[in-house]
Antibody, heavy 118, light 107 residues
Framework: QAQVVESGGGVVQPGRSLRLSCATS????????MHWVRQAPGQGLEWLAF????????YYADSVKGRFTISRDNSKNTVDLQMNSLRADDTAMYYC???????????WGQGTLVTVSS | IVMTQSPATLSVSPGERATLSCRAS??????LAWYQQKPGQAPRVLIY???VRATGIPARFSGSGSVTEFTLSISSLQSDDSAVYYC???????????FGQGTKVDI
């Protein structure tokens, strides 16, 4: 059974860094692009970042460009999100999701909560 | 691409049918998914490819449409269907996925 599981969330002070990780299983990880999406409290869904199957192409939302970095390790079936210079408005639930290549549906994890507060 | 959902809120009675709309500002083909999200839970994929039900999704949920106009229909509504429903396009990237603002369905 395919699944993705996020970890690494927590409470962090403004200006500090945090690294989220997403562990995957049950599908051919090295063939799929991977995404990070977040949802601020009471708000809608916001796409953040994407990394292509080979790790060589990455895209970011303007809101996090220059502060967040997505990376993947195809030997470990994991994808990370390095978040620097965190701000209060980065407070959200962060979700990892498998891409939709080959006509397959997206697959989301349960999320990890990040709270940026002094 | 901007995804626009309507209505923002929909109040329906148990057993009735709900029809939710999603419009894309430009063509997304059939690269569209629908999600259901209940409070405190992650979004759950209901429909992908505009009309394909995800594994385990009851036949009461159906998706239709293409290009820029899409519909999610839920028949024989049950109290458990109370949730926020989002549409998402995955046709145009970069920059990436885009989501509608959601339709809240109250049963």
């Amino acid at each position: 059974q395919a699944q993705v599981v996020e970890s690494g969330g927590g409470v962090v002070q403004p200006g500090r860094s945090l690294r989220l990780s997403c562990a995957t299983s049950g599908f051919r990880f090295s063939s799929f692009g991977m995404h990070w999406v977040r949802q601020a409290p009471g708000q809608g869904l916001e796409w953040l970042a994407f990394v292509l199957y080979d790790g060589n192409t990455k895209y970011y939302a303007d809101s996090v460009k220059g502060r967040f970095t997505i990376s993947r390790d195809n030997s470990k079936n994991t994808v990370d999100l390095q978040m620097n210079s965190l701000r209060a408005d980065d407070t959200a639930m962060y979700y990892c999701a498998k891409g939709t290549e080959f006509g397959e549906p997206p697959l989301w994890g349960q999320g990890t909560l990040v709270t940026v507060s002094s | 691409i901007v995804m626009t959902q309507s209505p923002a809120t929909l109040s329906v009675s148990p057993g009735e049918r709900a029809t939710l709309s999603c419009r894309a500002s430009q063509s997304v083909g059939t690269n569209l998914a629908w999600y259901q999200q209940k409070p405190g839970q992650a979004p759950r994929v209901l429909i992908y490819g505009a009309s394909v039900r995800a594994t385990g999704i009851p036949a009461r949920f159906s998706g239709s449409g293409s290009v820029t106009e899409f519909t999610l229909s839920i028949s024989s509504l049950q109290s458990d269907d109370s949730a926020v429903y989002y549409c998402q396009q995955y046709n145009h990237w970069p920059p990436g996925w885009t989501f509608g603002q959601g339709t809240k369905v109250d049963i």
